[in-house]
């Protein structure tokens, strides 16, 4: 079997994560791609929506698609999950005979400050997304993006254009509130 992983924060989904979801799903040669949203990225010290909110965008966005499955190991966990734990919790369910992980080409800077890094670089094939003109050597396979937008820049300006048609409103309406409770604060 040979499956993928795209995991990441979500805070909210957008059609940059979805770019990279349909072409994971064209490009690679997987019987199942994993999108398993964080409870909360490790290098990060906090999220905005919380985790059961961002599962269930992404689930409502994604979970249908064929080949797709979502996972919700990392959200369950309650603190921040290196990528090297969830590899090794799917490679005991499917033990695959090939694993890719999908990354930003932001990641790549500091890759090699991911915990446990060189048992994570023997048990998958790293493939990058294109993202903000970042170059990416060769040794990596890529997907190649075109969409430039951030999750940080939809939250702070509430501009739901790159957010998924399906959920805009959702998402809109969320942060909204968000801020509304900050504000009284």
């Known amino acids: 079997m040979k499956i993928a992983l795209f995991g990441g924060s979500f805070d909210p989904p957008h059609k940059g994560h979805e770019a990279i979801i349909k072409e994971a799903l064209e490009k690679l040669d997987i019987d199942k791609l ?25 689930k409502k966005l994604w979970g249908h698609l064929p080949k797709v499955e979502i996972s919700d190991f990392e959200t369950k966990q309650k603190n921040p999950v290196p990528s090297i734990k969830s590899v090794e919790y799917l490679y005991k369910i499917y033990n695959p005979d090939q694993f890719y992980l999908l990354i930003g080409a932001d990641h790549l800077e500091k890759l090699h400050l991911w915990h446990d890094f060189k048992r994570l670089k023997s048990l998958v094939i790293f493939v990058v997304a294109h993202r903000n003109g970042i170059n990416i050597p060769k040794k990596f396979k890529n997907l190649k993006i075109n969409i430039k937008i951030s999750s940080s820049f939809i939250r702070n300006t509430l501009n739901t254009e790159e957010v998924c048609y399906e959920i805009q409103d959702e998402v809109k309406n969320y942060y909204e509130k968000l801020q509304k409770k900050l504000i009284q604060f």
């Open 34 to 58: 994993i999108i398993m949203p964080t409870f909360i990225n490790p290098f990060k010290k906090n999220f905005t929506a919380d985790e059961e909110q961002r599962f269930l965008w992404v």
